[in-house]
């Protein structure tokens, strides 16, 4: 089951930082950045399982690290922890994302508001 998710984005000066928790079958998001300020403890509407479950897929699948090709004037990283019962999903880039990382940031946008990472 669905316990927590990490996301930490940085660009230069600009920078994210999300987490998500399952606590009495709600999630609650804290959340801090560059643009959006600092939230802390909104609660979703969302259904812990059904988020839980599509994030746990999505992460799952991802490599335990990304790596841009090239020289690159500005660097971007960013790092996902994902905790359930059963493990702990870890991955990070620079520069570099999985396949389906737009929709991560949708998802990730459905608890937490808006996410401008570009």
Do not use: Q
């Not at 996301?7 to 399952?22: C, M, Q, S, T």
């Not at 690290?65 to 020289?71: A, L, R, S, T």
């Not at 922890?81 to 991955?91: L, Q, Y």
Request: proline residues 1%; aromatic residues 12%; charged residues 25%.
């Amino acid at each position: 089951m669905f316990k927590s998710i990490e996301f930490k984005w940085n660009a230069g000066f600009d920078f994210v930082e999300i987490k998500i928790r399952a606590e009495n079958g709600k999630l609650h998001c804290t959340s801090s950045g560059t643009d959006c300020g600092f939230n802390n403890d909104m609660i979703s509407e969302l259904s812990v399982d059904t988020f839980g479950k599509r994030m746990l897929e999505m992460v799952s699948a991802w490599n335990s690290d990304y790596e841009g090709k090239g020289v690159y004037l500005d660097e971007v990283s960013w790092s996902v922890i994902c905790d359930s019962d059963e493990r702990r999903i870890k991955s990070s880039g620079n520069n570099a994302y999985p396949h389906n990382w737009k929709m991560f940031i949708k998802m990730l946008s459905e608890v937490a508001g808006e996410i401008t990472v570009d």
